[in-house]
C-alpha cells in the first residue's frame, strides 16, 4: 500500500482566486491521477498527472483551469484556478503501481468556494 | 464510453444481517475492477482489487465476485456490523492506464 497526505485539507477561498492542492506519497509511484467529487455525486477523473512532462486531462477539464504539476515520482500540485462557487467539491489524489495493481487514494481536500 | 451503475444507492440492515451491493458496467472489456469504501468527510479505502481473469476475492467478511461477460459484480458482506456503515463505491478500469471510472455508490446504514 501507500501512505497519500494531501495539503491543504481544506479550504474556503472567494471567487476568483486560486487555490494549490499538494499530494506527497511515501514511496514513488508510476501512476498519479487527480479527481473531484462534487457534493453528493461520485468521483471523476481529472487528469493523470505525468512525470517530467504535461499531464493528460480527461474531457471538460482543461489545463488553464487545473494545471497541474509532477515535478518527481512521489509529488504533485493541482491548482484551482479562478475559482468560482461549482469548483466547491472535494478533490483527491490517488496513485498506482501499475494499471494490475490497487489504486490508492488520500484522504482528500475539501473545498467550498463563495 | 464505459458507465457504472450500483444499485441499490441506499440500504439500512439491522445488525448481523449478510448482504450484497450490486454493480454493473456496459462495456466487458475492463482491465480489473475495484471496490472502495467512503466513510463520510473522509477518502478512500480499497476493500478489494479482482482482476478481469478471477470470479472471485476475498478480504475477511467480504467477497467480491466478477462475471465479465455479464458486466457484473457483487461485494458480499456476511454478518454485517455497525462499523461497516458507509459510502461502498465500484469503480472498474478499462485499459492499461490505470484510469478508473465509478459508479455512484450505495450507502450502507447498519442498525446495532
Known amino acids: 500500500s501507500a501512505v497519500i497526505s494531501q495539503k491543504p485539507s481544506r479550504d474556503i477561498c472567494q471567487r476568483g482566486t486560486s487555490l494549490t492542492i499538494q499530494c506527497q506519497v511515501d514511496?514513488?509511484?508510476?501512476?498519479m491521477f487527480w479527481y473531484r467529487q462534487q457534493p453528493g455525486q461520485s468521483l471523476t477523473l481529472i487528469a493523470t498527472?505525468?512525470?517530467?512532462?504535461?499531464?493528460?486531462?480527461e474531457s471538460g477539464f482543461v489545463i488553464d483551469k487545473f494545471p497541474i504539476s509532477r515535478p518527481n515520482l512521489t509529488f504533485s500540485t493541482l491548482t484551482v484556478s479562478n475559482m468560482s462557487p461549482e469548483d466547491s467539491s472535494i478533490y483527491l489524489c490517488?496513485?498506482?503501481?501499475?494499471?494490475?495493481?490497487?489504486?490508492?487514494f488520500g484522504p482528500g481536500t475539501r473545498l467550498t468556494v463563495t | 464510453k464505459q458507465e457504472v451503475t450500483q444499485i441499490p444507492a441506499a440500504l439500512s440492515v439491522p445488525e448481523g444481517e449478510n448482504l450484497v451491493l450490486n454493480c454493473s458496467f456496459t462495456?466487458?472489456?475492463?482491465?480489473?475492477l475495484q471496490w472502495f469504501r467512503q466513510d463520510p468527510g473522509k477518502g478512500l479505502t480499497s476493500l478489494l482489487l479482482?482482476?478481469?481473469?478471477?470470479r472471485e476475492q476475498t478480504s475477511g467478511r467480504l467477497n467480491a465476485s466478477l462475471d465479465k461477460s455479464s458486466g457484473r459484480s457483487t461485494l458480499y458482506i456476511a454478518a454485517s456490523q455497525p462499523g461497516d456503515s458507509a459510502t461502498y463505491l465500484c469503480?472498474?478500469?478499462?485499459?492499461?492506464?490505470?484510469?478508473?471510472?465509478f459508479g455512484q455508490g450505495t450507502t450502507l446504514q447498519v442498525k446495532p
Open positions: 490517488s496513485v498506482g503501481r501499475t494499471a494490475e495493481t490497487e489504486q490508492y
Open positions: 469503480a472498474v478500469r478499462s485499459g492499461n492506464t490505470g484510469k478508473l471510472i
Open positions: 498527472a505525468n512525470q517530467g512532462s504535461e499531464a493528460t486531462y
Open positions: 479482482i482482476q478481469s481473469s478471477q
Open positions: 462495456d466487458s472489456a475492463i482491465y480489473n
Open positions: 514511496s514513488q509511484v508510476t501512476m
